[in-house]
């Protein structure tokens, strides 16, 4: 037996008034001789020991009345968790689902507000010697110190709403882990939570020890909801005064079927389109909004919705660039192709030059970002150090091999920019197929594929060492012999090309699939990002440098507020660094900065699972509890009224001072019986 307020014990020196009192009025009697008592009456010797019996029958009254007055004022309360668990502490995790989605109501309270209250009552009905673990879904505070009950309550006053949220099977192991490097064992588990569909997404911990559980499920009123999923670019390259076509996936999460709902998209706070669509219910739909862009440099994009109350996912943030067309250099050795000057030359996203290597009129390649080696056999001193300077600084080099030459020739130019040489020269029919590494590739570039997608077809080919360096195969052949594949050198990338440029050694240079793949290649010398990112991914984010010191560091500053941080980074060989930013907690829009200098802009999103309002069954709970050794012993719902069963009876404390009060109360009737018999 415990006492939740033990100050009142100290009220016991009361139960000492009614023995003074009686002292006090206790008299010996004193024998006095007169000589007329033979005509007093002789008292009684039995009426004398019945008044003393009676006096002390008092006193015992009213100083068991005071005692249990006392102790029902210090709440005694018996801890039957050590006879009904076995366990040697007094230790609770309380885990409080602070996820967006309980930020919905029920009955005009917010579900987050009515479940930090009711953990509050539950810590409050506890003795002052019990000890908790206090949890969220949000991985920033999860540390799971073992704290008093005033320090739990307190913790709980300052929980808010967390946008980057871990599943519960995580918060559980996490806690276990915790109390098993700290020694301790843990004699019950009580969650609030509205228990949305998204809140487990593995196996719940086992438990070996059957430890309680208590689900409070705090159920918000029925809503609608309706959510802008993704977004993606037509073309992934953007120029100023370019028509684009921004396309955007909306859901519609509810059973309504809703017409013209609109959609509105805002380019650096400026109305860009509105677009109408009608949804079906419970069906994503997708949706294009053209517009034009304006300016140079990145761009902060927002699609919009108006659905109410849910409005987490009304918004989705996404940055690109607009740049001047790509500055692409073609060196050749022999006759230019005319199929890479028509590739280059006629499309506006490029700004194509064109030399003989050894008419080349500048000392480096600084002003392109992709440069194209036609046929190049000879290893000259200054075409080689051009190269390795360009490949240092992000650059990309794609080659493409003169198969009519002397492959020693070839090789010793490939040597000297330590790369693998050619080992012989395949001249037999072979089909080619798009490598594992880039299989969604070629889906996101590819529509409506309702047949597989012929590769080209290849009459000869250069077969190249394969034990030199890893790589990563964009095109390879049936058999799995590289056809294009691609080498991360320290700071840029080299394509490699088995197939010349030559229409007659593949149909490479007509097929659909060479349009996409300019771009791909392209694309890997420039800092193109992600439209954005979710906030709590451990997906790490590349970007490129603008020139920063190899030691600055890299912060991120959110546009919108006060926050800066330090991520955690790795710089890679060259110009490019790893950002980890996990801990990241707010949407919109993040700058990347070295030493004052902008080095890109950076989107961060709300996760989508929470917008899906659908709810685990108790029978499902069970199951996930249940089959891994927990003992669910409690199941209580919050109504939309706000009520729900009384929380005292998770705890495996049993209060019994209002037994005591009504103890005092009987006694009290005694000893009024007592001095009415008395008188």
């Known amino acids: 037996m415990t006492f939740q307020q033990p100050a009142f014990l100290f009220g016991l020196f009361l139960v000492t008034i009614p023995l003074i009192i009686h002292l006090i009025n206790f008299r010996k009697s004193k024998t006095i001789y ?43 309360v018996i801890r039957s968790s050590e006879t009904t668990t076995g366990r040697s502490e007094n230790l609770t995790a309380i885990i409080i689902d602070n996820t967006p989605s309980m930020n919905l109501t029920t009955n005009g309270e917010v579900l987050l507000a009515l479940a930090k209250e009711k953990a509050k009552e539950l810590i409050e009905s506890y003795p002052p010697g019990s000890r908790f673990v206090l949890a969220s879904m949000d991985p920033a505070t999860a540390s799971f110190r073992i704290t008093d ?144 862009n304006v300016g140079q440099n990145w761009q902060q994009g927002i699609i919009k919705l108006f659905d109410y109350p849910v409005t987490f996912d009304n918004e989705l943030f996404f940055s690109y660039r607009i740049e001047p067309s790509i500055p692409v250099l073609l060196l050749h050795e022999g006759d230019p192709s005319p199929d890479l000057q028509r590739l280059f030359g006629d ?36 075409l ?10 992000g650059g990309t080099v794609w080659f493409f091999p003169d198969l009519n030459v002397s492959t020693e020739q070839t090789n010793s130019f490939l040597n000297r920019l330590s790369l693998p040489t050619i080992q012989g020269i395949a001249t037999y029919p072979a089909e080619s197929v798009i490598g594992i590494t880039y299989q969604n590739w070629l889906n996101s570039v590819t529509i409506s594929r309702d047949t597989r997608l012929k590769m080209p077809t ?56 060479l349009v996409p793949l300019t771009y791909l290649v392209a694309h890997m010398g420039l800092d193109i990002n992600s439209l954005y990112h979710n906030l709590g991914s451990e997906q790490p984010i590349r970007i490129q440098l603008n020139g920063a010191g190899e030691t600055q560091l890299i912060r991120i500053k959110h546009l919108s507020s006060e926050l800066e941080i330090i991520p955690a980074q790795q710089r890679s060989l060259g110009d490019q660094i790893t950002l980890f930013t996990g801990t990241l907690s707010q949407p919109g829009f993040y700058s990347t900065k070295a030493d004052g200098v902008e080095e890109g802009l950076i989107a961060f999103n709300t996760p989508r699972s929470e917008s899906v309002m659908e709810y685990l069954a108790d029978s499902t709970l069970e199951k996930h509890f249940q089959t891994t050794g927990w003992a669910i012993t409690n199941r209580t719902d919050i109504e939309s009224d706000g009520s729900s069963a009384k929380l005292s009876t998770f705890n495996q404390n049993k209060p019994i001072w209002p037994y005591l009060l009504w103890l005092a109360l009987g006694l009290l009737l005694v000893e009024t019986f007592v001095m009415n018999r008395e008188k």
């Not at 009426?47 to 029902?72: C, E, G, K, P, T």
């Not at 996203?349 to 390649?365: K, M, V």
Request: charged content about 20%; hydrophobic content about 40%; proline content about 6%.
């Open 347 to 382: 499309d506006s996203n490029f700004s194509l030059e064109t030399f003989n290597y050894r008419g080349f009129p500048r000392s480096d390649f600084q002003e392109y970002r992709l440069i194209i080696l036609d046929g190049i056999s000879q290893s000259e001193p200054a």
């Open 384 to 393: 080689i150090q051009r190269t390795r300077d360009f490949l240092s600084q």
């Open 149 to 292: 009950r005033n320090e739990a309550i307190s913790s709980i006053e300052q929980l808010t709403t967390s946008f980057v949220m871990k599943p519960l099977n995580q918060v559980i192991q996490g806690i276990q882990h915790q109390l098993k490097q700290e020694n301790h064992e843990l004699s019950a588990l009580i969650i609030l939570s509205d228990f949305q569909r998204n809140l487990i997404n593995e196996t719940i911990p086992d438990d070996s020890a059957k430890t309680p559980v208590s689900l409070v499920r705090i159920t918000a009123e029925s809503f609608s909801n309706i959510s802008v999923d993704s977004c993606w670019f037509d073309n992934p390259l953007h120029q100023s005064g370019q028509q684009e076509n921004l396309k955007a996936r909306i859901f519609n999460h509810s059973n309504e079927f809703m017409t013209d709902f609109p959609v509105r998209l805002e380019i650096n706070d400026t109305l860009k389109a509105e677009a109408l669509v009608d949804l079906p219910p419970f069906a994503p739909t997708e949706v294009t909004i053209p517009f034009t």
């Open 34 to 76: 007169f000589s007329s008592l033979r005509f007093i009456e002789e008292i009684q010797t039995t009426n004398r020991n019945r008044r003393r019996i009676q006096d002390l029958l008092l006193l015992i009254l009213r100083m068991l009345i005071i005692a249990l007055v006392v102790f029902a004022f210090a709440r005694p």
């Open 458 to 513: 290849i009459q000869k080919m250069a077969r190249f060492d394969q034990s030199a360096i890893s790589r990563e195969d964009i095109l390879t052949t049936v058999a799995g012999d590289p056809v294009i594949s691609r080498y991360r050198l320290p700071g840029g990338s080299f394509v490699m090309n088995s197939i010349s440029s030559d229409p007659a050694v593949s149909d490479l240079m007509a097929h659909p699939v």
